[in-house]
């Protein structure tokens, strides 16, 4: 599909959410399970914050999808995630992969492979030093060595108008070797399932000034492909919905002289109050030639 048919699209795509309010299980970052279930919340989604391996096969039962978020990684929380990773390719949930870090240790990269190798994924989506991480272990060319920043970005992996071609290689040949809709985030978003590939330029850097931004972009597009059946159109709403929420809550910070926690609290509310006209009016989704 080109944009111009993906856009028209997206009405759908937002009201299915909204209408099934999908039941989207999170097992996720301590430092950002709050955000990620408001986020989830303001949307239209129904968030569910469970890890306990116990429970994982009444929990995914009755979910719409699954979020796996690496970020603050533990025994016992892997422990959850395998479980539910078993239980969501025994029911065919749909899974979205979070793989903070990737690269950052042996036990957060040994993690991410083994989820991936091991269990249906349909998306993944990482800011570009982590998808270049996994993409070196699937033997894709990343032409470059990578330097990992603990869970951030490295500065040379930052996507931009100079690199965009070389990324959207990568991204997109990650797509298709291992046959999931791949995400790279950051400030040009780049999303490919492997033929097309695709980038979306909304957003604000205040973003990166709160811890919670990725992990709440994930856990939306864990709603979506929870309440929609197309995963790539699924993913593209999610990652348009937060970059705009996150440029009108930039706007409103900046022409109020408020701050950080201020633009926390406000990409909340531009989340609950975003409509499919506001998306379609703002969207600047494009079509990557490779």
Known sequence: MNSSEILNKIPQTLKNLKEKNPLTQCITNYVTVNDVANGLLAIGASPLM???????????????????NIGTLTKSQIEGMYASLDEADNLYKPV?????????????????????????????RGNMSEIKILAKEYNIDIENE?????????????????NIKVNGRIVKELAEKINVVVMASGHIDII??????????????????????????TGIIGGFIGSNDDILLATITGALSIGIAGELSAEYIKNNALGSGSFRTRLIDELYKLNSETLLKRAKLENLEI
Not at 58 to 64: G, K, L, R, T
């Open 50 to 68: 469970s890890e306990d391996p116990q429970e994982q096969k009444d929990i995914v039962n009755i979910n719409d999808s699954l979020v796996i």
């Open 96 to 124: 979205i992969f979070d793989p903070v870090g990737a690269g950052a240790s042996e036990l957060r990269t040994n993690t991410s492979v083994e989820i991936i190798n091991n269990y249906s994924i349909s998306v993944i």
């Open 146 to 162: 990578e330097t990992v920043k603990g869970v951030d970005v490295a500065p040379e992996d930052i996507i931009s108008k100079e």
């Open 192 to 217: 490919s399932d492997g033929k097309n590939v695709y980038t979306i330029k909304n957003g604000d850097p205040l973003m990166s000034r709160i811890t919670g931004s990725g992990c709440m972009l």
